[in-house]
């Protein structure tokens, strides 16, 4: 199995084949308009502004199983992020990243990374929160937070994976040496 076997929906409900993106960069990423990594929008956006033209996407999953973070409809989370972070890479219908439910991309995702642990000082915040949800967060690569990052490369292998208290700019490091 690639990662270009999966599809998914778009913002707007067409159907979307992970093949539409072969030969590119890809950083796909689960997301949430009401989470503390929100913010991350806007270096995103300046990530993708950067290096579009170098055949660079970023794929926006919005997620609502962590803390009810994304509780809209996909109209209403796409407004959001248009009209306040003028994010203009692709967005994706709302999806789940872990169980039963979760986007068989996702499913693909998670059974080949690890957890890379939380960093920093929002890593001590978000450590107790996780570790209530999972107790063995530790040993498996379910999404444990908003804004958790996967780096592929143009060949559709997995380069990288970002937890969501890893910083952009380390991020933006691998994405240019991938690129």
Known sequence: MSIYDFSFKAQDGKEVSMS???????LIVNTATGCGFTPQYDELQDLYDLHQKDGFEILDFPCN?????????????HNFCTGRYGI????????????ENALPLYKYLTSNTKFEGFNGPMGLVLT?????????Y?????????????????DGNIVARFEPT????????????VL
């Open 65 to 77: 199983q962590f803390a009810n973070q994304a509780p809209g409809d996909d109209e209403e989370i």
């Open 138 to 154: 530790k040993n498996n690569g379910n999404i444990k937070w908003n804004f958790t990052k996967f780096l592929i490369d143009r």
């Open 20 to 26: 539409e993106y072969k030969g590119k960069v890809l």
């Open 88 to 99: 203009t890479f692709p967005q994706f219908s709302k999806i789940e990243v872990n169980g």
């Open 128 to 136: 107790p929160v996780v570790k209530k949800m999972d107790k063995d």
């Open 166 to 177: 890893t910083a952009v700019s380390k991020v933006k490091e691998k994405v240019e040496e």
